[in-house]
């Protein structure tokens, strides 16, 4: 158990659908990232929020959006999902900016048919 | 325009045969260079970190090692525990706190 909680594991949904992937950090890391991996694709970075701040956004869709609550827990909305949106989406988690690495949770996987 | 490449894509070892995955970068301004383990269906695992060239790390089969444009993760002696699949990532100065990752060598090693 790497400390990095994510719920649902796996999630099948249909096309045009929402939904919600939550995150909890390790105790003690501000700093959560959502990455999306696909066979296609590799890892990709979505987004980082730090302490309830959105930091940086990588290659995340419009149609996607995340927010980091107070108590640092984190979600990932994922909206008018199409085929193309099912792949490996995993939370990180770090103390502050990740040079010594993120701790990653073990993913949802997300079935768009 | 900055790259992440692994290579090989794929490697089968026979147990105890000792070889060297490559990832190569050309980024501006890196800043840190990581190895990650990841299993079937899980999460990466981190490894190391690298920071300037010349700089090795070691974990017990595994020892990392960086220079300017690349980095060797040499395995010794492996045993079919090390089975998975091993990105590297940089952080680098044009993407603030956050890695690109590489596509992976998918390591299988044969009892």
């Known amino acids: 158990d790497s400390g990095v909680t994510q719920t649902p594991k796996h999630l099948i949904t249909a096309t045009g659908q929402r939904v919600t992937l939550r995150c909890s950090p390790r105790s003690g890391d501000l700093s959560v990232y959502w990455y999306q991996q696909s066979l296609d694709q590799g890892l990709q970075f979505l987004i980082q929020?730090?302490?309830?701040?959105?930091?940086a956004k990588g290659n995340i869709l419009e149609r996607f959006s995340a927010q980091q609550f107070p108590d640092l827990h984190s979600e990932l909305n994922l909206s008018s999902l199409e085929l193309g949106d099912s792949a490996l989406y995993f939370c990180?988690?770090?103390?502050?900016?990740?040079?010594?690495?993120?701790?990653f949770g073990s993913g949802t996987r997300l079935t768009v048919v | 325009e900055d790259q992440v490449t692994q290579s090989p894509e794929a490697l089968r070892l026979q147990e105890g045969e000792s070889s060297s995955l490559n990832c190569s970068y050309t980024?501006?301004?890196?800043?840190?260079l990581f190895w990650y383990r990841q299993d079937p269906g899980k999460g990466p695992e981190f490894l190391f970190t690298l920071y300037s060239a010349g700089e090795e790390k070691e974990k017990e089969r595994l020892k990392a090692t960086l220079t300017k444009k690349e980095s060797f993760l040499h395995i010794t002696a492996p045993k079919p525990e090390d089975s998975a699949t091993y990105l590297c990532?940089?952080?680098?100065?044009?993407?603030?706190?956050?890695?690109?990752f590489g596509p992976g060598t998918r390591l299988s090693v044969l009892p």
């Open positions: 990180a988690s770090s103390v502050g900016g990740g040079d010594n690495g993120y701790t």
């Open positions: 929020y730090y302490n309830g701040e959105e930091r």
């Open positions: 990532a940089v952080q680098a100065d044009n993407y603030g706190q956050n890695f690109v």
């Open positions: 980024v501006s301004g890196l800043r840190g």
